[in-house]
């Protein structure tokens, strides 16, 4: 009997196959609860959450065809595969997702995704704030450049094996905090979008901000922390903290299964937040 553990050592693909299930199912459920009151009442927000469900699962079907055909599970002819055969010459290492190599496919994915998510939230706006071209423009490009960091990090096998002349290091860590930056002003120009006020025309009385604003941005948020977890190493005391790069040949594992749980979440909760405070949820 397999535990979660064992799977990650010995399996990881398993796990990846049933997220990518999850995710199909979530996403579809959502996709039909949006038009549960009609097609009439999916306003532009709603729409882009659907667009943005919709080229999800076409990712996931990739990512997962991916695992069950050529990284470990069974082959297009049905034989199954050992783990060993992966990357060589007769099954070779195209589609990796979770194994030998990190899938650097999804920062593809959430350039598209995570942008519709953003823009999404920034059409919410109960018309007092409505966004101006040149802010969805902004919101847009940030969104974007901020997946470039993802591949540039995922482009470095391992901190915990990096050469101290290899010239992507410090350009990898530069790119990082400046996306942190770009995030911090992305989370501001939505709030100051999507806020309302207690007393609606009285913009002294309290500032109101939506839950889907809270939602999104804890949970963008846990993108950035994620993967900042793979170069820690630094000790307190008599405690060593250890990244995710220091978890011996299980590293790449773990980083793509919280990537893809972070990724589920983080649509679903915000897709689900706008569906309830338009109404048609909840």
């Known amino acids: 009997m397999h535990t979660g553990g064992s799977l990650i050592r010995g399996r990881p693909e398993y796990i990846r196959g049933a997220l990518d299930v999850v995710a199909w199912a979530l996403h579809a459920t959502f996709i039909g609860l949006a038009y549960r009151k009609g097609p009439d009442k999916v306003d532009t927000d709603v729409l882009l959450l659907v667009v943005m469900s919709a080229i999800t699962i076409f990712f996931h079907f990739v990512y997962f065809f991916g695992i069950v055909t050529l990284s470990g599970i069974v082959t297009l002819s049905g034989e199954v595969r050992q783990k060993s055969q992966i990357g060589t010459s007769a099954y070779p290492d195209i589609f990796t997702f979770g194994l030998n190599q990190r899938n650097t496919l999804k920062w593809f994915e959430y350039s598209i995704t995570a942008t519709l998510g953003t823009l ?81 025309d009285d913009p002294t009385s309290q500032l109101l901000l939506p839950g889907s604003w809270y939602a999104y941005t804890i949970t963008w948020s846990l993108f950035g922390l994620w993967a900042g977890l793979r170069p820690l190493n630094f000790n307190v005391g008599n405690w060593e903290i250890r990244g995710l790069d220091w978890l011996d040949d299980n590293g790449v594992q773990v980083s793509e299964i919280g990537y893809s749980i972070l990724s589920t979440t983080a649509k679903i909760s915000l897709f689900g937040t706008i569906l309830q405070e338009k109404g048609i949820i909840g």
């Open 120 to 200: 999404s939230l920034a059409y919410t706006s109960s018309g007092h704030n409505e966004a101006s071209g040149p802010v969805l423009f902004f919101l847009a490009a940030v969104a974007v450049t901020e997946q470039t960091t993802g591949y540039l990090w995922d482009s470095i096998d391992s901190f915990e094996n990096m050469d101290s002349s290899d010239l992507r290091k410090w350009p990898a860590y530069r790119a990082y905090f400046t996306t942190f930056l770009c995030q911090a002003a992305e989370f501001v120009v939505l709030a100051n979008i999507v806020h309302t006020h207690e007393t609606p």
